[in-house]
């Protein structure tokens, strides 16, 4: 049986490929130019699936797929499981989740005070790392779940601030915003189902060596042995 790969379209699978090339896993033509979403490997010995990265811990967590590749983002706001194991860092990928406030907030919402009657209201789509961060500042607020467009909520006054991933930043600066507080750094992460864990754990741990490899020469490369 192939071992089967779960990759997080996007950004993240751009910059996996080659990592799993160095490791001797390359789909059998360009992911690119087809509309296909399964790829045999080049030596049939792995199948790579191509999905949205909200989908694969429940691909993996129900052993579809035996590896799985998806940001760390995605790990934070999915529902607790004991369906599979985080077991890498791969670091690519990077970006952070931030709150982020009207560039001029007034001082009460910098403390994540409410200016007006009511919560203080949050838009976001990672509203269990939203729920979490503020509990843990003791203060209540108001969770207003948006799939995307987050940057313009506090303008059109349907939010006091946003909880949102950003890279550089410019998105939010366009939009009147800034950053106030990093709540999470992330990255790509290698998550593997339990059960194949036991079952594949030569295979899988051979492949984990190999990327656990690349990884490195990647950071030797960026100049991280310096």
């Known amino acids: 049986m192939p071992l089967v790969i779960a990759l997080n379209r996007g950004r993240i699978l751009a910059e996996c490929l080659p990592m799993l090339a160095q490791a001797g896993i390359e789909p059998d033509e360009d992911v690119n130019a087809s509309r296909k979403l399964i790829f045999p490997s080049r030596r049939d010995e792995h199948r790579l699936v191509i999905m949205r990265g909200a989908d694969v811990p429940t691909y993996v967590t129900h052993g579809t797929a035996d590896i799985g590749i998806v940001g760390k983002d995605t790990l934070l706001e999915a529902p607790p499981t004991a369906g599979y194991y985080e077991r890498l860092d791969l670091n690519i990928g990077h970006c952070r989740i931030v709150t982020a406030l009207p560039r001029d907030a007034a001082p009460e919402r910098l403390a994540y005070q409410p200016a007006h009657n009511g919560a203080f209201r949050v838009a976001t789509k990672f509203v269990s790392v939203s729920r979490g961060f503020f509990a843990r500042k003791g203060r209540q607020v108001s969770i207003i779940p948006l799939a995307?467009?987050?940057?313009?909520?506090?303008?059109?006054?349907?939010?006091?601030?946003?909880?949102?991933?950003?890279?550089?930043?410019?998105?939010?600066?366009?939009?009147?915003?800034?950053?106030?507080?990093?709540?999470?750094?992330?990255?790509?992460?290698?998550?593997?189902?339990?059960?194949?864990?036991?079952?594949?754990?030569?295979?899988?741990?051979?492949?984990?060596?190999?990327?656990?490899?690349?990884?490195?020469r990647r950071r030797q490369a960026d100049g991280g042995g310096l």
Do not use: W, Y
């Open 148 to 216: 995307g467009t987050m940057e313009i909520a506090p303008t059109l006054n349907l939010a006091d601030c946003i909880v949102d991933i950003v890279d550089t930043g410019n998105t939010l600066k366009a939009n009147g915003l800034r950053e106030h507080e990093t709540i999470a750094h992330i990255s790509s992460r290698l998550i593997v189902n339990r059960a194949s864990m036991r079952t594949k754990f030569d295979e899988i741990e051979a492949l984990i060596s190999q990327l656990r490899a690349a990884v490195e």
